[in-house]
């Protein structure tokens, strides 16, 4: 089987802390917007008010998941290994129904009924329902003083015959860099 390609997709990266310490961060480099994720003044139910790691700034690394799908969707490799709407197959023998793909599920079938009925303009275009994995273990560089924690994308239009041999459709869309605990 040809590999699958997502095509050059950029990476991009932002920073991001838990919460600022307001006397070190003053002159946070121009360049990077710092995303604060804590509550003002709020520990949030977390460890210590005052936790080393609540004021460490991280780098995450990702690629646009939009352009991604868009790519997966377009991939003639795996264009007959995909379905575009949901179905119901039954058995002609015994009208017994076979459930084999993603897309032949109850939960696609209502989820595109449901979409239709809310908006009608919607009949036509293809559900594609995303899935978002994460390693459990983190991925370390032994030169370098970071872990990396990887976060894969996939659809489920693809069949699970071809999702199972066919790895690269599952693709890297982004990743956590973290100082090395020692």
């Given at each position: 089987m040809l590999?699958?390609?997502v095509g050059t997709v950029k990476w991009e990266n932002f920073k991001i802390t838990y919460k600022c310490k307001h006397q070190d961060r003053q002159n946070a480099?121009?360049?990077?917007?710092?995303?604060?994720?804590?509550?003002?003044g709020g520990q949030d139910g977390q460890d210590e008010p005052n936790a080393p790691w609540m004021f460490d700034v991280y780098d995450?690394?990702?690629?646009?998941?939009?352009?991604?799908?868009h790519n997966l969707l377009g991939c003639t490799n795996i264009k007959d290994e995909m379905d575009f709407v949901p179905y119901?197959?039954?058995?002609?023998?015994?009208?017994?129904?076979?459930?084999?793909?993603?897309m032949s599920g109850d939960w696609a079938w209502e989820e595109a009924?449901?979409?239709?009925?809310i908006n009608s303009s919607t009949a036509g275009a293809t559900l594609v329902p995303i899935i978002l994995g994460s390693?459990?273990?983190?991925?370390?560089?032994?030169?370098?003083?970071?872990d990396y924690y990887p976060l894969?994308?996939?659809?489920?239009?693809?069949?699970n015959t071809t999702h199972h041999v066919h790895c690269d459709v599952v693709v890297l869309i982004g990743f956590l860099a973290m100082p090395k605990s020692c």
């Open positions: 590999a699958v390609s480099d121009e360049q990077d917007e710092l995303i604060k994720l804590a509550g003002l995450v690394w990702y690629r646009d998941p939009c352009q991604v799908i119901q197959e039954f058995n002609a023998m015994n009208k017994q129904r076979h459930w084999e793909d993603f009924d449901k979409i239709i009925s390693d459990k273990t983190t991925v370390s560089i032994a030169a370098g003083k970071m894969y994308l996939s659809i489920r239009n693809v069949h």
